[in-house]
């Protein structure tokens, strides 16, 4: 202690010393104590420095010279305007100088501008003298006057600043400066929604005549956002055409895009991305006006750019029909075959086989090399695997090798010549054995048709595998031949085996998934609509949502009327099956984005007297409202999570007798065993299964959107805490459904406490959604979690089977690909992708009776959201690889602001292909070539610069 205050009293006398030797500044303190508490909170006031009152009229000391002379001319000038002795050359003069002194201060205004300060006290005299006037080209030149004055005098809600404008001189409003024109704006959209809100509604020609002025104003002078959010609050948005140009039309497009977002409204959404698509299309950027069309799901505006395209630029047209192809939209032909086949994919195979031979991962992967069982911290599970070879472990294996060698056209297990792997499974896992021969042989048709017809004559279990096998390897691929429908159609046909017919339903979806061929409806709707004593509601079940696979987005009335009508006339017996679940997963995704459209059908289905149709109510909702971002639908789901239910599944409170009965019940519930509680704990998360469809819905709304979605995840913690069981169950998969392909530490982190849940349903959700989150991107840390959770669950067969295909979904494609249904720098959502994704998570939600019964095959409908994630460089004219240097960073955002800003921060430079994270973006380091499309992902063609003109860098 001595040795602090010694250190403390050198330093003040060190600080004493330098304090000597320079000037010193008297400060003025209190000579008592406050007197009371309340004095001491109160912040005390400097004599030196009073505070100003710009309402009063006197000299305040502290004005300059300059300043002191302003003030003066400008009282000057009101005195005689307002004299009624002055003569009216004099009042000119006077209006003339307060206008003159008014303008020079609000050209740039850095602070309060000094003339509006010192007129401050003369407004209301000024407003008096101005009714009093008679109409008149004076009267109007005092109008603009008071109109600036007003933008900072006039009371809160009066909008005189736009009153007084409206009175004076329309036409001139650049002159008093742009925060004159921006309060302008914000009262003219004001003065636009109490007008057209009133009953009944009022003119607004005048407010469109100053909204003429404003955004030629706005659109010169590097103010595009405001502009369009003006003719935005006017409903005016179609004018901004005739004031775009080359300099100005990217900004202007990027909010549109970006504002598209956060719009309620199919309608709004539509004429907004209308206007984006026109202006693109005007400019003649036909790739972005294709990547708006397809955002509307606008086939018109698709065919319209492609044609005009096709006019304009052959070699643009070629990158447009790649966009097509990896967007899989099949819905658009070509008359060229050449232009077909990029649509098409057909080419995709060679280019991913390129792509594992640039990066060396062409060698086929064994379950063995992705288990790594000799890291993990015990040795048991190497033990077990050497002595033990259980069905349940090789159907594991099976999974996870179809996922790591997805599309590598050859691995360990099943294309050797001798391969005896397909007879190391039994019965119903045999089918899964032989459909992963399709995930190995993916997109290449040809080749993988050949291979997998040898199974076709084989016991059922396999030639329904294979059969499964067809459809999965013609996903994302659409073929002249149409081999699928040639083949698989016969075996939906009565008398032939239910999983026969279970997988030849299944093939057919995947095989068209987002191919909306009308011949595979007219094969599927008579298995859905099958009513007689044989008919089996498993084939049913897959039937739908096979049918929902191929019409994904599409809303098409006939499939639509078929499932609803099927599920209006089952049994309860029928609708009572987990399996039913997938009649109303089918339906949802026919209306993926239709928001309002899908209306009619929930009404319809609300009839259906079963606690399903309160689940397809709410899977049809969610689909409707996919990525649409819309809080009122968020808010609904959230308030649907919120509710406590009883066993049955009604709210507390409702459906039952009397209190008497309520306590009879729960003395009985105190006399029953632990296992019989969970029993009935296990059945009312099933009761519940609505509230799990809404916790999963409030993912899939917010999904495309960064806030929504950040927002969402808070609410997931909440849910987690407060939560039923069928909630908290189906958080983690909701968590892994906003970020699919997207390993976020945060989300990890909370999923890996999941993981060791007491419900065993909820960690087993959460050991799948750690998969999901890490979908093809090898994680490390995910891959370290699922290693000791293998360990952990070494002894208990189904979260280690959980476990496992965690494992193979992680390191999916050797790391090149990603199951993101969002693509095109996050601007696109492909909604096969989507309906593959939730065909799956519903699976999640009972498990037991899904993926770990014998519809484990149902996984490999997440095939239809498998791409590679790479952007591969082609030469525009010859169609062949060309390495060019790229720099590859994290995306930027960069709407609204000013210059050109830097889109991507963090790169680095890679010679292409390479690999793209969910959140990264490319763009060229050469000066060349040129890329036909601004979004450099996927397939990018690039053509030489005319001339050699080099690029800024």
């Known amino acids: 202690r001595r040795g602090w205050v010694a250190r403390v009293r050198g330093s003040s006398a060190r600080a004493g010393a330098m304090s000597s030797q320079r000037p010193t500044e008297k400060i003025k303190v209190r000579s008592k104590d406050p007197e009371s508490l309340e004095d001491e909170d109160e912040e005390p006031k400097h004599p030196e420095q009073p505070p100003v009152d710009d309402d009063e009229d006197k000299d305040a000391p502290g004005l300059s010279e300059e300043d002191q002379l302003l003030k003066e001319t400008l009282e000057t000038a009101v005195t005689r305007l307002t004299d009624s002795k002055s003569s009216s050359s004099v009042r000119e003069a006077a209006v003339d100088t307060l206008a003159k002194e008014i303008r020079s201060a609000t050209s740039s205004m850095t602070s309060v501008p000094k003339p509006l300060k010192f007129l401050r006290p003369f407004y209301d005299d000024l407003k008096a003298f101005y009714h009093d006037l008679k109409a008149s080209a004076f009267k109007r030149s005092v109008a603009d006057v008071l109109s600036v004055l007003g933008m900072t005098m006039a009371e809160e809600g009066s909008r005189e600043c736009l009153h007084f404008k409206l009175e004076g001189n329309p036409a001139e409003l650049g002159v008093w400066g ?7 704006s914000g009262e003219i959209s004001q003065e636009y929604v109490a007008r057209t809100t009133a009953t009944p509604p009022e003119a607004t020609k005048d407010l469109i005549v100053l909204v003429d002025v404003i955004v030629p104003f706005q659109m010169k002078h590097n103010s595009e956002i405001e502009a369009v959010d003006l003719l935005l609050e006017v409903n005016e948005l179609d004018k901004l055409l005739d004031y775009v140009d080359q300099a100005n039309y990217e900004r202007v497009c990027l909010y549109l895009l970006r504002f ?68 899989k939209y099949f819905s658009y032909n070509e008359d060229d075959d050449s232009v077909n086949r990029l649509i098409s994919n057909e080419d995709l195979w060679e ?66 010549p001798d391969s005896k792997w397909l007879y190391k499974n039994k019965d119903h896992c045999m089918i899964s054995a032989a459909a992963s021969l399709g995930m190995i042989l993916l997109w290449n048709v040809n080749e993988g048709m050949s291979q997998i017809d040898k ?75 099958d009513t007689s004593s ?30 609803a009508q099927r599920m209006m006339e089952a049994s309860e017996a029928e609708l009572d099956q987990p399996i039913a679940k997938m009649m109303c997963v089918g339906l949802g995704v026919l209306f993926l984005g239709a928001q309002d459209n899908a209306e009619a059908t929930i009404e319809v289905i609300k009839t259906v007297e079963h606690k399903i149709s309160k689940f397809a109510v709410v899977v049809i909702e969610t689909c409707a409202y996919a990525g649409s971002g819309n809080v009122l639908q968020v808010q609904k789901l959230m308030h649907l999570c919120a509710e406590h239910l009883d066993a049955n599944g009604n709210r507390e409170g409702e459906g039952s007798e009397d209190k008497e009965a309520k306590d009879d ?91 060791h849940d007491a419900d065993v349903g909820t960690a087993m959700a959460a050991i799948f959604s750690l998969g999901l989150i890490g979908a093809g991107t090898n994680n490390s840390r995910i891959a370290q979690l699922l290693r000791s959770l293998a360990s952990f669950y070494a002894k208990d067969a189904n979260p280690l089977f959980v476990v496992r295909l965690a494992q193979g979904l992680l390191h999916a494609g050797k790391g090149l690909v990603t199951m993101a249904p969002a693509h095109s720098d996050r601007t696109l959502m492909s909604y096969p992708a989507v309906a593959g994704i939730l065909a799956v998570v519903y699976c999640c939600l009972d498990l037991k009776s899904t993926l770990l019964a014998k519809h484990h095959y149902l996984m490999y409908t997440l095939v239809c959201a498998i791409r590679p994630r790479m952007l591969m460089t082609l030469d525009a004219d010859s169609m062949e690889p ?26 680095q430079t890679h010679s292409t292909p390479v690999l793209l994270g969910h959140s990264d973006r490319a763009e060229l380091a050469t000066d060349e070539y040129e890329a036909l499309t601004t979004v450099l992902e996927g397939i990018v063609l690039l053509k030489k610069k005319q001339g050699s003109t080099a690029m800024e860098t």
């Open 882 to 907: 060309v390495q060019v240097k790229v720099r590859v960073g994290q995306a930027v955002e960069t709407v609204g602001q000013a210059g050109r800003p830097k889109t991507i921060t963090g790169f």
């Open 178 to 184: 742009h925060e004159f024109i921006r309060a302008l």
């Open 455 to 529: 199974y076709l004559y084989s016991t059922d279990f396999i030639k329904a595998g294979a059969l499964l096998a067809l459809g999965v390897v013609n996903c994302g691929v659409r073929d002249e031949v149409d081999p699928a429908l040639g083949l698989l159609p016969e075996h939906l046909e009565d008398g032939k085996p239910d999983s026969v017919r279970m997988t030849a339903a299944l093939g057919l979806g995947l095989a068209y998934a987002g191919n909306p061929k009308e011949q595979v409806a007219e094969s599927l709707i008579p298995v859905v609509a």
């Open 665 to 755: 019940e729960e003395k009985q519930e105190e006399e029953v065993s632990e296992e019989e509680k969970e029993k009935k704990k296990q059945e009312a998360a099933l009761n519940a299964m609505h509230q799990s469809a809404a916790v999963i819905g409030i993912a899939l709304i917010t999904m495309n959107e960064s806030i929504g979605r950040e927002m969402a995840q808070r609410t997931f913690q909440h849910l987690l805490q407060y939560g039923d069981l069928a909630v908290r169950r189906a958080v983690p998969l909701a968590m892994a459904m906003s970020s699919i392909s997207n390993p976020e530490f945060a989300i990890i982190d909370v999923l890996s406490k999941l993981t």
């Open 351 to 416: 280019h991913f086989q390129s792509l594992a031979r640039e990066l060396n991962v062409e060698e086929a992967k064994t379950p063995a090399d992705v288990y790594k069982s000799h890291l993990s911290e015990s040795s048991s599970l190497v033990r077990e695997a050497a002595h033990v070879e259980s069905a349940r472990q090789n159907l594991a294996s099976t999974f996870v090798n179809g996922f790591v060698n997805v599309g590598f056209q050859k691995d360990a297990l099943m294309t050797p």
């Open 534 to 563: 044989k008919a089996n509601m498993e084939v049913i079940s897959i039937a739908c949502l096979a049918l929902g696979l191929v019409f994904a987005g599409t809303a098409n009335e006939d499939v639509c009327m078929a499932i």
């Open 260 to 327: 598209g977002e956060y719009l309620i409204a199919l309608e709004d959404l539509q004429n907004v991305m209308g206007v984006a698509f026109k202006i693109y299309f005007a400019e003649r950027k036909y790739p972005d006006a294709l990547r708006v069309a397809m955002r509307i799901n606008d086939l018109s505006l698709v065919e319209k750019a492609m044609a005009e395209a096709r006019k304009k630029d052959p070699l643009v047209h070629k990158q447009m029909a790649l966009m097509l192809g990896a967007n």
